[in-house]
Every structure is written in structure tokens, then in C-alpha cells.
């Protein structure tokens, strides 16, 4: 059963630290989303790659949020310097390629970032 | 005003209820629609896409309106195991997704 796998799970950090978030889409997916959510904002979509190209990255705190996908396997959400604002869930989610790749999303379980 | 709203609930129905949720998007260029649940503290999961023709998935069922801009999904005979937090999911154009805040159920024996 194919799942999309992220890590850490959970994360606890101090403000001023940086963060760094890992997503394993899964084999053969070649569309990654990264959402936050929170109680207030709900699902807030941050960024997406096709074939590892970022195609919108508008939802993202420029001066303090980087996504990046070294390789087919791995994308990686990054936050430097951290700030409490940022604590929420994070998902990553991946797509089939194909015109389906947007309208099917596979979730991770998520990254539970606080920031005190 | 938000671009995909719904109503929060709670709704608390019990076992065996029909429950219908709405929801309404702003950008009358949108392309497709979802349904995604989402159970406390788990990621969403894909429930069903929704078409202008209507379509059926066992006890849920979903429609598009879009002259007037909102999609539905009815939930037939509700279980205890319906009891979760509904998405409703639209894509704008191209991979841009945008989903609303959810509707919370709470099905009761």
C-alpha cells in the first residue's frame, strides 16, 4: 500500500531555530503539494512542484519559508528563522501524473511543528 | 470573503440520519471540485469528485451547481464511522487547489 511518508512526525523547537521538514511522495508521483493547517486559517496550500519544478510558491512567507525537491523522492519544506506563528500541522501530498495529478492528492500524516 | 466557504457545525445527527452539506466557491472560473474527509488528528483523505452531472458513491452523493456556485454532498443511513470533519475542495486552474475550513459531523448511536 502506497502512502506518502513525512518526517519528523512531531517537532518542538524555540523560536529563532531552524526547521527543516521531509516528504517522500509516493514511487511514480510526480506532482507535491505542502499545506499548513491550522485551527484559525484551516488548510492553507504553500507550494507546489511538478517533475520537481516549482510551479507556485505564492501561499509561502518568502523571507522565511524555502521548499525545495533535490530528487524525485524527496521535497523538503524549511523554515529559518522559526517564529510561535509558525506552529501547525504541515501535509505533504503527492499526485499521479497526468491531468489527474491535482484533482488526486495523497496526504502524509503530517508534521506537528511547535515553536515556543 | 473566503474562496471556498462552508458551514462549520458541528452537525450531530443520529445513526441512520441523512445529513447534507453545502458549500459555495467565489471563482466562477473554477475547474473541479472535491470532497475530501478529514478524521481528528489524520490527514484528508480523498472522498469523491464532484461532477456538473451528479455522482453516487454507496450512502454519499454529489452534486455541482455551478450557475449558482456550490457543490453538495449528502450523506445517506449515517454510521458512527461517518463521524469526521468533510472538506470541500476546489481547483482553480492548473494545480492551485484551495480548500474550505470543513464541516464537522458527529454521528450518535
Known amino acids: 500500500d502506497a502512502r506518502v511518508t513525512q518526517t519528523p512526525r512531531h517537532k518542538v523547537t524555540e523560536m529563532g531555530q531552524e526547521v527543516t521538514m521531509r516528504c517522500q511522495p509516493i514511487l511514480g508521483h510526480n506532482t507535491v503539494f505542502w499545506y499548513r493547517q491550522t485551527m484559525m486559517q484551516g488548510l492553507e496550500l504553500l507550494a507546489y512542484?511538478?517533475?520537481?519544478?516549482?510551479?507556485?510558491d505564492s501561499g509561502m512567507p518568502k523571507d522565511r519559508f524555502s521548499a525545495e525537491m533535490p530528487d524525485a523522492t524527496l521535497a523538503t519544506l524549511k523554515i529559518q528563522p522559526s517564529e510561535p506563528r509558525d506552529s501547525a500541522v504541515y501535509f505533504c501530498?503527492?499526485?499521479?501524473?497526468?491531468?489527474?495529478?491535482?484533482?488526486?492528492?495523497?496526504f502524509g500524516p503530517g508534521t506537528r511543528l511547535t515553536v515556543l | 470573503r473566503k474562496e471556498v466557504e462552508q458551514d462549520p457545525g458541528p452537525f450531530n445527527v443520529p445513526e441512520g440520519a441523512t445529513v447534507a452539506f453545502n458549500c459555495t466557491y467565489s471563482n466562477s472560473a473554477s475547474q473541479s471540485f472535491f470532497w475530501y474527509r478529514q478524521d481528528c488528528r489524520k490527514e484528508p483523505k480523498l472522498l469523491m469528485s464532484v461532477y456538473s452531472s451528479g455522482n453516487e458513491d454507496g450512502r454519499f452523493t454529489a452534486q455541482l451547481n455551478r450557475a449558482s456556485q456550490y457543490i453538495s454532498l449528502l450523506i445517506r443511513d449515517s454510521k458512527l464511522s461517518d463521524s469526521a470533519t468533510y472538506l470541500c475542495v476546489v481547483n482553480t486552474g492548473g494545480f492551485k487547489t484551495i480548500f474550505g475550513a470543513g464541516t464537522r459531523l458527529f454521528v450518535k448511536a
Open positions: 501530498a503527492s499526485g499521479p501524473p497526468g491531468p489527474l495529478g491535482a484533482d488526486t492528492q495523497y
Open positions: 512542484f511538478r517533475n520537481r519544478a516549482p510551479l507556485d
